[in-house]
Nanobody
């Protein structure tokens, strides 16, 4: 059974950092495009970042560019999202998923959301 499990969320003050993990079971993450998404209360799903399988190149939403970094650890079959300089508007439930391509991962996420894992809650507050 193919499964992605998110972890690493928590409560941090503004300006703080967190590292989210996306662990795969049942398949090798190296072979897949992996993306992070988030959903804040009362808001639509937002595509945050994406990493390609072929060359590990990355995409970022403008709202997180320069603050978040997506990376892959093949040995641990894990994709990370390092989040620095966190802001209250980053508060959301964060999900990872495997879209077919980073080129349209945001649109893909909006149409496929609902059959994913539980996500991990990130709360940025003083």
């Amino acid at each position: 059974q193919l499964q992605l499990v998110e972890s690493g969320g928590g409560l941090v003050p503004p300006g703080g950092s967190l590292r989210l993990s996306c662990v795969a079971s049942g398949f090798t993450l190296d072979d897949r495009v992996i993306a992070w998404f988030r959903q804040a209360p009362g808001k639509d799903l937002e595509g945050v970042s994406c990493i390609r399988s072929i060359d590990n190149s990355t995409n970022y939403a403008d709202s997180v560019k320069g603050r978040f970094t997506i990376s892959r650890d093949s040995a641990k079959n894990t994709v990370y999202l390092q989040m620095n300089s966190l802001r209250p508007e980053d508060t959301a439930v964060y999900y990872c998923a495997s879209p077919p391509s980073c080129s349209y991962y945001k649109r893909w996420g909006s149409s496929h959301f609902g059959s994913w894992g539980q996500g991990t809650q990130v709360t940025v507050s003083s």
